[in-house]
């Protein structure tokens, strides 16, 4: 293993930023230079840390009130006029009820509008599943000319918004809103759209995840290794384009793969890669976690994760018992 | 162009709407013919926008929200040289360009449109990336009566009307029939124009088939400062033909043989009939 992996004992997470605090940041410090970055809000630049870009750069921002319809609409009139365009609204809302405007007026007509699904996942804990995107990958992913990605740490976030920013095409960026360690201490890696993370290497099974849930699979291999067992890391910020290379190259070096992700086990991370490991011979144990179709249950984001083994405990006791199948 | 020359091209875009829905054996009929006069008025009276201007930034654009009525449009383009004319020939035909709703694939169209209630958000935007750059381009909008439902629209003319887009102008092509029944037995709307004052619009109400009173609204923009504007043009739906206006079979009807030639010949004959 050349990186070290960050032990969760180091760590007082209270140290750190949410990603979501990052993409404030990085946003803030592009529009300075560039007068066409623009953030369009629906009353959410206070969930969406905007309120010091709103003070600063006010002629940079548009705030549409709570229409969630309108705010991809203008956003796409926006950047079709050559605009830099972050259409910022919680992911729950804004992939679900503007589907049909992320669809239509920003994949299918191609207009480059970055996507911002804040507070995603079940960030938003015991608010409840009105407030829960379990939903957005599997629906976005279904989408032509749209990248989907859940940066994990604060890095990933930092470069897949200054990406997304110099993008002519459309992307959806999920932030959660949980203050995030960096996945690794020294470190020196590229980040590009489509090309999947390695935090570290082991040779017994693959932990694929993404978002928020790249961190527990972090402690999950940190808890295997106390077991013997060497995990594979990656982080797979983008689940679509999925990073098939890499894909294949670790199911050529681990005896199974375990995916983890802050979504529902339909349609996301897990299925993107079963389909394409299958279709494409790859037949190791493979096992997806994430949170399973039933009403969700009830609880802050960590115990919700907690409950459906989206956590270092959880991903490994899976891993563990994949092993012994 | 002369008023006879404009009127000249109302009838002969009829004439090819109907040459290519019958071709293609497909097409939003009565919807074409209804709002073709609009098309007409803004293309060739109204819009700065051309095939050699079409990459400018400071085009005026035209966003067509009920995307369904396409052979209007294209027809239009065609004539303004934005493509061959021949090429509607594959209208809706395999791997053709020419489908049944606008696509940007076709040169001189804005945005894919062919869903309801999404010009409109899409024409906000865009009118307010003008005026944060400053240009003077205006962004025009042609909605249905039959999509005023649509919530996205009211949410797009609540915002227009907050950053106060007077280079904004929907148009509303009311001819009162939709695929189920009349509008207003599918879904009132009435008092429209009401409902877009309240909304912050400037209104104004013409004869969406007559040039005249349509080049007479358009030259009037904007109907107040700071306003968007928004023109409710009422019309008659399968407008110039007979046996087709106000039919709701000719919502997406396409004439048989004995239909079309019958179309064709009224419509040469009141070619014969314009006035100046």
Redesign the interface.
Known sequence: MSKKILMAEQINTNSYKANLEIFSETLQRLAAGDKDI?AVTSDSRGSGKLVPFGQKFP?QM?E??I?E??L????????????KVFAVSPACFLTARAL??IK??VA????PVNVIGISAGVSYGALGSTHHSLHDYAALRAINNLMVLAPADNWETEKAIELAAASDKPVYLRFGKKPMPPLKENNDDVFAFGKGRVICEGGDVAIIATGEAVYPALEAARKLKEENINATVISMHTIKPLDTALLASIAGKCKAIVTAEEHSVYGGLGEACASYLIQNGHHNKFKIIGIPDEYTVTGSQTEIMDHYGISGTGIADTVIELLKQ | MTTKELKQRSVNYRKKILKYIKIANAGHTGGSLSCIDILNVLYNKVLNVSPENFSS?HRDRYIQSKGHCVEALFVVLADKGFFPEEDLNTLCKYRSHYIGHPT?KVKGV??????L??G???????????K??KKDFKVYTLMGDGEMPE??NW??A??AA??KLDNLCAIVDKNGLQITASTADVMGTDPLDKKWEAFGWAVKEVNGNDVDELLAAFNSLPFEKGKPSVIIAHTTKGKGVSYMENQLKWHHGVPNNDEYELAQKELDLSLTEITD
């Open positions: 623009i002629e548009v549409v009130g229409a319809q309108n991809v609409g203008v956003a796409a009139g926006l950047a079709s006029c050559g605009k049909e405007q239509n007026d299918y007509s191609d207009n | 930034a940007k804005e945005q894919n449109t062919g869903a209630g999404h409109l958000p899409i024409a906000t935007g865009t009118a307010l990336a003008a944060m750059d919530g996205s949410e797009a609540l915002s907050h950053y």
